[in-house]
């Protein structure tokens, strides 16, 4: 009998189903846990499960440079981007320069994903400061390639690991990656001919944009959660959500090539209980 | 014939040649091969006023940033990567201690590919709509003479001093880079093109004949380079590729003093100020503690 499926399996999986053979994902190596769950082990499970069903072709760029490295060595995920067992594991090429082989600018990755501190409802992201630029609450770590990630990749999936109100705000205190402020025109206004956030996946639910009217929407919501908790927990108004779907649920076929096939010594996602 | 110049100097000499107020370049990536022998050098001589221009900075910002030594950091990030935000720096920011000066990743790269072939900006055309342009008032806006579209013209990040840790160089600054590298090895190089004054500390110096046989190891030749400076085990706690790893514990225990000033300056006082110089500070950490972290394969 098959353990139902987990929170992290169930966004695994529908983020699987969105991904496109031929395609190529730049994931970062975020350590920590839920913010490892959330910006590594998802992707990476994502990405696997994808090229084991109906995209054989992806190319996953580990920590942005090891190209489909061979995950079945390790006993964990390495725990830093550039660690000496990551650059010794098999793969089919590793970008160890810049400028090298691929070109972000040229549009080479076709999505990535990144997570922040603060969202805002035209898909703003935000991991500079919280409050004041100049004198913050709390200075974070910087832009890194966040500007990069939401204008030159084809599109980015945004992974928050926490969902409450001070990380879904009206206005993010500063915009270190561009969602859709005025929509599609809006961005080109700006100069943005491509790219943009295309889901925000968090533990409650997962959103997409009204790309016209440069607004998040709820995509769905996961099982369990209800509706109410999600606007409670949303620094926003999310309109009627009565409507919402429920994500939807890995196939029991899924679920075993998640469990048996991309991850048989759980060192990505968390084992069912 | 007169003899050949030996660029070697001590590491309290290397450091005497950064003045205050300098604009300083300064090699690794996050918590990977920064010169942090050199770095504790600076704050020992009490260096002031400081400008880092960097693109991912980590433990050696912050460590120049809770000493003191800092008025301006340029740089995409300064973080501790597992170890959390940057304590130092995030509270001197916090309190508008320190000046931060706010670049995306790629660009911050790209600055240095600038002063490396001396342009005076590096064109980009994805930065509308963020607030890098709202407060980064360094970056201007011009029109494209092609195609008329708007861009932005980022200025070179054009260092006065570039400092770099490498596995080996010979007493003429020939710097060996092995083959087997990652990003952050590579970026140095661009950073040591950068500038005209270039200071390099390495694991260990080697002879002339060793240079003359790994002469396509050779990444800098020695006239890009202005001092060499011995420092075994000069990244620690950072790893050095293909010699040791990164001191997980240390850098734990880094990371908590952060968390007050004053246990910052019982840090400081303990591992940087208190030892007379880099020996005394490898003696502190402790040969089996320093053996435990050599990489397996390491030649």
Redesign the interface.
């Known amino acids: 009998m098959t353990a139902p499926a987990t929170l992290h399996e169930t966004i695994a999986v529908a983020l699987a189903r969105d991904l496109a053979d031929e395609e190529v994902g730049y994931t970062g190596l975020v350590?920590?846990g839920a913010a490892a769950i959330f910006g590594t082990s998802i992707p990476v499970a994502a990405m696997e499960l994808a090229r084991l069903t109906h995209a054989p072709g992806l190319t996953l760029l580990l920590a942005g440079?090891s190209h489909n490295p061979d995950l079945s060595q390790l006993d964990a995920l390495p725990?830093?981007?550039?660690d000496?067992r990551l650059?010794?594991l098999p793969a089919e090429a590793?970008?160890?320069?810049?400028p090298d082989g691929w070109s972000?600018?040229r549009g080479d990755i076709s999505f990535g994903f990144s997570s922040a501190v603060q969202v805002d409802v035209v898909g703003?992201i935000n991991s500079?400061c919280v409050g004041d630029?100049?004198?913050?609450?709390?200075?974070?770590?910087?832009?890194?390639?966040?500007?990069?990630h939401m204008?030159?990749f084809g599109r980015e999936y945004v992974m928050m690991p926490h969902h409450e109100r001070r990380n879904f705000v009206a206005r993010v205190d500063?915009?270190?990656?561009?969602g859709f402020?005025g929509g599609r025109a809006g961005?080109r206004?700006?100069?943005?001919d491509r790219g943009g956030p295309a889901w925000v996946i968090t533990p409650r639910c997962i959103f997409d944009f009204d790309e016209d009217a440069g607004r998040i929407r709820v995509r769905s919501i996961h099982p369990g959660v209800a509706p109410a908790e999600v606007q409670a927990a949303t620094g926003f108004d999310l309109g009627d959500l009565s409507r919402v779907p429920v994500t939807a649920a890995p196939t029991r076929a899924e679920l075993d090539l998640l469990r048996h096939r991309v991850d048989p010594r759980g060192i990505l996602l968390p084992r069912p209980a | 014939m007169p003899p050949l110049r030996s660029k070697i100097l001590s590491l309290a000499e290397a450091g005497g040649r950064v003045p205050d107020g300098c604009r300083l370049a300064i090699g690794g990536f996050a918590v990977y091969q920064h010169p942090m022998a050199f770095v504790r050098e600076l704050v020992r001589q009490g260096r002031r006023d400081l400008t880092v221009v960097g693109s991912v900075n980590g433990n050696d910002v912050d460590l120049l940033a809770g000493a003191g030594c800092l008025r301006r950091v340029e740089s995409s990030y300064v973080g501790l990567e597992k170890y959390g935000l940057a304590p130092n720096f995030r509270r001197r920011v916090e309190r508008g201690e320190l000046e931060m000066v706010d670049y995306p990743e790629l660009l911050s790269f790209d600055r240095f590919r600038a002063s490396q072939d001396r342009l005076t900006f590096w064109p980009c055309d994805y930065l509308g709509g963020t607030d890098i342009l709202t407060y980064n008032k360094d970056i201007r806006e011009f029109t494209c003479p092609v195609t008329g579209r708007r861009l932005h013209a980022v200025p070179p990040a054009d260092p006065e001093i570039t400092v770099i840790h490498a596995i080996a160089a010979d007493e003429r600054g020939n710097v060996v880079v092995p083959p087997r590298r990652l990003l952050p090895q590579s970026l140095d190089l661009t950073m040591a093109r950068a500038a005209r004054s270039v200071i390099v500390t390495v694991e260990q110096i080697v002879s002339r004949e060793y240079i003359r046989q790994h002469a396509r190891w050779v990444e800098l030749p020695s006239y890009c380079v202005s001092h060499v400076v011995e420092a075994p085990w000069g990244a620690h706690p950072c790893p050095v590729l293909g010699r040791y790893g990164i001191d997980d514990a240390h850098f734990r225990e880094y990371a908590a003093a952060g968390a007050s000033p004053e246990a910052f300056a019982a840090y400081l006082a303990r591992y940087v100020t208190g030892p007379a110089d880099h020996a005394a500070y490898l003696g502190l950490i402790g040969p089996a503690r320093l053996e435990s972290l050599r990489e397996a394969e390491a030649q």
């Open positions: 350590t920590g440079w725990e830093s981007e550039f000496a650059c010794d590793q970008m160890v320069a810049y972000i600018r703003n500079v630029y100049r004198r913050p609450t709390v200075r974070l770590v910087g832009p890194i390639l966040q500007p990069e204008t030159l500063y915009v270190s990656g561009v402020p961005r206004r700006l100069g943005l």
